[in-house]
């Protein structure tokens, strides 16, 4: 079974710094999700990655898969961004996810 | 893209009672899972839903205790049997999205949130 590991597991930041969420994996996957978590449970899929980097507005997800590792950057970070950031991965098919235990971000105005 | 209802939102139930929940997607999927978020902890894969064949459960989980239905590729039901405190948890439905630009990309329902007393 998949051991996912997330760093750091709070992180409080003032707006506008570079954030960055580390994720890393014990056994080989097929895909890796970074997922957002906000206080009412409403979970919303922001990456799946299998190789490389993928970019979307302000985030920035990349893989390792060498290294079973992965990052989340947000850039230029707000207040709205507060939220739990959770890494998922999966070996595909009937698999499901296996979870990280979430990142708590705090962005200070 | 996946829109995923969930009903009921949120309940609070008795020890020794059961709830069913009900997970509705708006488009035809082949996998649904079930997922359990307890308090303060990360999410953890109840079982696997697959439109006529039983359900594949997780190490820890059992039919008798959340059964599962899938009747047909746009619904599926969690029974949570004879709650106790420990129950008390988020229940979310997910599915994967197999579309052309989204593939493999994981949709989840709001939740249910339960409170056994």
């Known amino acids: 079974k998949n051991e996912v590991e997330q760093s750091p597991q709070n992180l409080t930041a003032q707006e506008g710094e570079f954030i960055t969420i580390n994720c890393s994996y014990s056994v080989g996957i097929s895909a890796l999700h970074w997922l957002q978590q906000h206080p009412g449970g409403g979970i919303v899929s922001l990456f799946m990655l299998s190789s490389g980097k993928k970019k979307h507005g302000r985030l920035i997800a990349t893989i390792n898969i060498q290294e079973k590792h992965s990052s989340l950057h947000i850039t230029a970070s707000h207040p709205r961004d507060s939220a739990v950031y959770i890494c998922?991965?999966?070996?595909?098919?009937?698999?499901?996810?296996?979870f990280g235990k979430g990142t708590h971000l705090i962005i200070q105005p | 893209s996946a829109v995923i209802s969930q009903k009921p939102s949120r309940d609070i139930c008795q020890r020794g009672t059961s709830l069913t929940i009900q997970c509705q997607v708006d488009s035809q999927v082949t996998m649904m899972f079930w997922y359990r978020q307890q308090p303060g902890q990360s999410l953890t894969l109840i079982a696997t839903a697959n439109q006529g064949s039983e359900a594949t459960y997780e190490s820890g989980f059992v039919i008798d205790k959340f059964p599962i239905s899938r009747p047909n590729l746009t619904f599926s039901t969690l029974t949570v049997s004879n709650m106790s405190p420990e129950d008390s948890s988020i229940y979310l439905c997910?599915?994967?999205?197999?579309?052309?630009?989204?593939?493999?990309?994981?949709?989840f329902g709001p939740g249910t949130r339960l409170t056994v007393l």
């Open positions: 997910s599915v994967e999205a197999r579309a052309a630009a989204r593939y493999n990309e994981q949709f």
């Open positions: 998922a991965v999966t070996g595909g098919g009937a698999d499901g996810l296996t």
